[in-house]
């Protein structure tokens, strides 16, 4: 079955670290998205990618970092600039084309800060 | 920019009563509307869409959707509701921002609780 697998689903980062996420999808989706996710706040927006070898910012694409060199992957960086980088984190895919196909989602990762 | 509000961050109901959830937007342009569901721990799944037509809309699991478009609002309803609806909805609209760009605002939420 297709889908989006995300890992790890829990993860735990020292100070001063950088932690990858991955994100593997086999939908064929040209797109790609990263939000996090806080409680009471809703979903905000990371990175996006719209087709391989190319990404935009997001709302809150400080202390982040992603590549996208694959159609299939979608790696988020979360780095020591990101001081506050406790939430749950989503990637989602979606068909590219008209503005109203669905997203698709992982089942998220859960990052901590020792 | 376009705003998406969810007045209520939690509602709890008894099982086998109606529920609303609210939804309102700021967006002026045609939007794309839509409700996801997250239960715990795991990814969005998408429950309806608004995209033209109709202004009500049927979605899985028995929820429906009136879009209201002088009240620019898009308020979830479900009939009778069952445990296994415990779970956060998510209203999103989606608007062409231009440059053949579309933006997805998302909510903020509402945790729906299902009392036995």
């Known amino acids: 079955d297709g889908g989006i697998t995300q890992s790890p689903k829990y993860l735990f980062r020292k100070e001063g670290q950088n932690v990858t996420l991955s994100c593997e999808q086999n939908?064929?989706?040209?797109?790609m998205y990263w939000y996090r996710q806080d409680p009471g706040q809703g979903l905000r927006l990371i990175y996006y990618?719209?087709?391989?070898?190319?990404?935009q910012k997001g709302d809150i694409a400080e202390g982040y970092s992603v590549s996208r060199e694959k159609k299939e992957s979608f790696p988020l960086t979360v780095t020591s600039a990101q001081k506050n980088p406790t939430a749950f984190y989503l990637c989602?895919?979606?068909?590219?084309?008209?503005?109203?196909?669905?997203?698709?989602f992982g089942s998220g990762t859960q990052l901590s800060v020792l | 920019a376009q705003s998406v509000t969810q007045l209520d961050s939690q509602v709890p109901v008894f099982e086998e009563a109606p529920v609303e959830l609210r939804c309102n937007y700021s967006?002026?342009?045609?939007?794309?509307l839509f409700w996801y569901v997250q239960y715990p721990n795991q990814g969005l799944q998408l429950l309806l869409k608004?995209?033209?037509?109709?202004?009500l809309v049927k979605g899985i699991n028995g929820f429906e959707a009136e879009f209201n478009k002088s009240q620019t609002s898009f308020h979830l309803r479900k009939p009778s509701v069952h445990i296994s609806d415990t779970a956060e909805y998510f209203c999103?609209?989606?608007?062409?921002?231009?440059?053949?760009?579309?933006?997805?605002?998302f909510g903020k939420g509402t945790k729906l609780s299902v009392i036995p």
């Open positions: 989602a895919s979606q068909r590219r084309g008209s503005g109203y196909e669905k997203l698709f």
């Open positions: 939908l064929n989706h040209d797109a």
């Open positions: 990618s719209q087709i391989v070898n190319d990404f």
């Open positions: 967006s002026s342009v045609s939007v794309y």
């Open positions: 608004y995209l033209s037509g109709s202004t």
């Open positions: 999103a609209v989606k608007s062409y921002s231009g440059a053949g760009s579309y933006q997805l605002t």
